[in-house]
């Protein structure tokens, strides 16, 4: 036994492989792994902060097509009461559901179109935009009577219209059957709906612009700030996947007016127009406006050649 504690407290052997005695190499061990963790807490400080700010809810919230009644009715209040907060606005969020039997078109009448940009006015209040900037979902390009080249129209046009020997060609969302925004889109978040209408769940949006790279027609928007509109300004008539007021550094584009068609209203721009150039209307229908301009005009289709197969067509009264 003396040997044994002679051996004990030399510390040779009784010591080796003891997990209550510390080697070396665990303390260096240990002080590599505290100091990694510092390192990792350290960089990630600026994430941590801008996660604190944001609407954990609606970071963390399912894809709508996932979503429940009860989820919806949820989210929905949540959204109303937070633009009551922050606009001073009373609001109400709705989900309008596709119709059966309903696929939407749009036509424009490049003849009678005048230019005036009344639809751009009509889209900028309908959909909430920034009134400082005069962001709209429609372009109006003012382009050469002889021809349809858009590349060599111009957008700041300023100057009483309608122009002789101009022509006047409003482009937004064509709603395409093969829509090359919903292809490259890496979280699913925008897709087309059964009634045509190409919609985006902002909630899930990255904000990557893979989709606004994709568009031939560049109709697809980056929200770079908080919309600043006066609290009397606010349409209070808004739609969940349309015109509520978009998150900061999200896509967003035209809708066709999604939250009053379902409703059976017509788009907002169309209702503006004091030339009557636009037709909107069911495609499936044979009897509708629009299915009789598709078959009696000379219809022109923007970048045919893309493939796209959009909804929106355009024609030539002459």
């Known amino acids: 036994m003396a040997e044994d504690k002679k051996q004990s407290d030399s510390g040779t052997p009784a010591s080796c492989g003891s997990p209550k005695s510390p080697t070396r190499r665990r303390l260096l061990k240990a ?10 807490g350290y960089s990630l400080w600026p994430l941590q902060g801008f996660l604190s700010k944001m609407d954990r809810d609606a970071f963390l919230r399912k894809h709508y097509k996932e979503l429940t009644p009860a989820d919806k009715r949820r989210i929905f209040a949540a959204l109303e009461k937070k633009t009551e907060r922050e606009y001073g606005a009373k609001v109400h969020i709705s989900d309008p559901q596709p119709l059966p039997g309903v696929k939407y078109g749009y ?3 490049l003849t009678t179109c005048i230019g005036c940009r ?16 005069m962001q709209s979902y429609i372009r ?6 002889m021809g349809l080249d858009i590349t060599k129209g111009t957008l700041d046009y300023d100057h009483p219209v309608p122009v002789r020997g101009r022509r006047y060609f409003p482009v937004q969302c064509q709603h395409c059957d093969n829509p090359p925004c919903v292809n490259v889109c890496p979280t699913k978040a925008t897709w087309k709906e059964p009634d045509g209408i190409v919609v985006i769940d902002y909630n899930w949006c990255i904000g990557c612009r893979y989709c606004a790279a994709a568009c031939p027609y560049q109709a697809r928007f980056f929200n770079w700030r908080k919309a600043r509109v ?8 808004q ?12 896509m967003e584009k035209c809708h066709f007016c999604m939250h009053r068609v379902r409703k059976g209203k017509l788009p907002a721009c169309l209702e503006a127009c004091p030339a009557g150039a636009r037709v909107f ?3 499936l229908d044979p009897s509708s406006e629009i299915r009789w301009v598709i078959g009696n005009k000379r219809v022109y289709i923007l970048k045919e050649d893309q493939a796209t197969r959009p909804s929106f067509f355009y024609y030539l009264a002459e």
């Open 118 to 133: 009344k639809c751009v006015e009509a889209c900028r209040e309908e959909n909430n935009h920034d009134r400082t900037n």
């Open 140 to 145: 109006v390009f003012e382009i050469a009577n």
């Open 230 to 237: 006066p609290a009397d300004k606010v349409n209070p008539d």
């Open 281 to 283: 209307g069911n495609l």
């Open 239 to 250: 739609g969940f996947l349309s015109n509520r007021m978009r998150p900061v550094g999200v």
């Open 31 to 40: 002080a590599g792994v505290t100091a990694w963790f510092g390192a990792l």
């Open 107 to 109: 036509a424009l009448n």
